[in-house]
Antibody, heavy 120, light 108 residues
Framework: EVQLVESGGGLVQPGRSLRLSCAAS????????MHWVRQAPGKGLEWVSG????????GYADSVKGRFTISRDNAKNSLSLQMNSLRAEDTALYYC?????????????WGQGTLVTVSS | EIVMTQSPATLSVSPGERATLSCRAS??????LAWYQQKPGQAPRLLIY???TRATGIPARFSGSGSRTEFTLTISSLQSEDFAVYYC??????????FGQGTKLEIK
């Protein structure tokens, strides 16, 4: 079955760190760019970060640049998001999302998301 | 950053009728536009890419059109399972990829 399964979310205090993970299965992971997209409670979708198939190209939203780091391990079919200096406005459901081979394409598979709550 | 604007925010339509959703880009994005459907408590699902190509498994009642800055998603005959929130997204210029704010399609 083709799927993405996120983990690592939870309640964290402002200023602290959290690491999200995504396990991919059912497709050739290293053929695809991967992304993180988040959705604050009751709000719309916001792209957070993306990484090319070979990690050569990485991009971030301005809102997380310098605080979040995306990475992937193609040998383990996994995607990660290291989130530092968390803020209340980072509270959201974080989706792991599969892109196409090249960055600059649509998103064709979404995980179910992992919830991050930043609060004291 | 390219700003995507969807209209209307909420659309009320009766089952069996046609629904037309609009999406406007703040600058030309050619046909580098996707549409996603999101039902309550679920992840978004890809419907349309390249402005008019249906994704795998998407029924023919969903169609997309447009180019440059003006785009439309049409659902020809609404089924009960189509009532959801719809998002457009541009992937022409990134980072960042940007989404519209969404259109909620509700039962009239």
């Amino acid at each position: 079955e083709v799927q993405l399964v996120e983990s690592g979310g939870g309640l964290v205090q402002p200023g602290r760190s959290l690491r999200l993970s995504c396990a991919a299965s059912g497709f050739t992971f290293d053929d695809n760019a991967m992304h993180w997209v988040r959705q604050a409670p009751g709000k719309g979708l916001e792209w957070v970060s993306g990484i090319s198939w070979n990690s050569d190209i990485i991009g971030y939203a301005d809102s997380v640049k310098g605080r979040f780091t995306i990475s992937r391990d193609n040998a383990k079919n996994s995607l990660s998001l290291q989130m530092n200096s968390l803020r209340a406005e980072d509270t959201a459901l974080y989706y792991c999302v599969k892109g196409k081979q090249w960055l600059g394409n649509w998103f064709d598979l979404w995980g179910q998301g992992t919830l991050v709550t930043v609060s004291s | 950053e390219i700003v995507m604007t969807q209209s209307p925010a909420t659309l009320s339509v009766s089952p069996g009728e046609r629904a037309t959703l609009s999406c406007r880009a703040s600058q030309s994005i050619s046909t580098n536009l996707a549409w996603y459907q999101q039902k309550p408590g679920q992840a978004p699902r890809l419907l349309i890419y390249n402005a008019s190509t249906r994704a795998t498994g998407i029924p023919a009642r969903f169609s997309g059109s447009g180019s440059r800055t003006e785009f439309t998603l049409t659902i020809s005959s609404l089924q009960s399972e189509d009532f959801a929130v719809y998002y457009c997204q541009q992937y022409n210029i990134w980072p960042p990829y940007t989404f519209g704010q969404g259109t909620k399609l509700e039962i009239k």
